[in-house]
């Protein structure tokens, strides 16, 4: 008998006519508008758009760290729209890894301490000396921030995002601090997790050119999905020219 045909798996974020919109004063700024997006567990998707276009938006509200104003954003059976601190503080720790441009490690500590800081709080959090190995770093385990390059540092930001195996991994410019070689490791580091441990990917970038790495290109304008292009295949960094 045939099997069945298989349904899509549900995604893993669902927003519908997500809007944002900043008060401050009398002063109104409208960051996002009617964003409808649905993003799949296990895809690498790269956010592009002009300065203030609201991809930093859309992802802190993503990660749960603000609320849209309007519409409504699900996360598996989470409604983000409808939760209250505590049950975004819940959501970002068990399930949200986080990687900045600036890499806030702390100076005193070593790479494997400043990863093995988050690992009290994760509930099945891998190995430290695993999450430096996926990120190329076991050798420089006992180095602090100051004895490691910007490229260096911000593997270690990375490792200390995955180590709690999060379902999902939100980077707002993780290269903009990095020169053109740095960056494209980083961005290596980024795709070989995603591949390998199936972690829903979302990177924010400037540089048009790492759209190719993605599945799948969200262009922002003006807090809108301007459009939206599947990739056929993936490259690799090493295929980037930027
Ligand atoms: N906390 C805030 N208060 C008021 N306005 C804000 C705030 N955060 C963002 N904005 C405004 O919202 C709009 C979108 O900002 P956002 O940072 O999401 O854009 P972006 O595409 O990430 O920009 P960039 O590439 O420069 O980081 C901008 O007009 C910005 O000034």
Redesign the pocket.
């Known amino acids: 008998m045939a099997a069945p045909p298989s349904s899509p798996p549900p995604p893993v974020f669902r927003a519908r006519r997500l809007g944002k919109t ?1 008060r ?1 004063g009398d002063v109104e ?1 409208v ?2 508008r009617e964003v409808d997006l649905d993003i799949a567990a296990g895809e690498f998707v790269v956010l592009l ?10 992802l802190n509200i993503l990660g749960g760290l603000e609320v849209a104003t309007t519409g409504s954003l699900s996360y598996l059976d989470h409604d983000l729209t409808a939760a209250g601190d505590d049950a975004l503080t819940r959501y970002r720790r068990d399930h949200v890894g986080f990687v900045f441009q600036f890499y806030n490690l702390i100076p005193s500590l070593t790479a494997y301490e400043n990863v093995a800081l988050v690992t009290d709080i994760a509930t099945n959090p891998m190995p430290i000396d695993e999450a430096l190995e996926r990120v190329a770093l076991s050798a420089r385990r006992d180095h602090f921030p100051s004895q490691l390059s910007g490229g260096e540092q911000q593997r270690v930001a990375i490792a200390r995002a995955i180590v709690k195996r999060p379902q999902v991994l939100l980077c ?2 993780p290269t903009g601090a990095l020169d053109y070689a740095t960056g494209k490791l980083v961005l290596d580091v980024i795709s070989r997790i995603n591949l390998e441990l199936g972690t829903t990917a979302l990177v ?1 970038t ?1 540089n048009a050119a790492i759209a190719g790495m993605a599945d799948r290109v969200v262009y ?1 304008a003006d ?1 809108r999905v301007q459009r939206v292009e599947n990739n056929a295949r993936r490259v690799t960094s090493a295929e980037l020219a930027w």
């Open positions: 900043y401050a700024v960051a996002l758009g002009p300065s203030g276009s609201g991809k930093s938006t859309l707002d410019e924010i400037h922002l807090g």
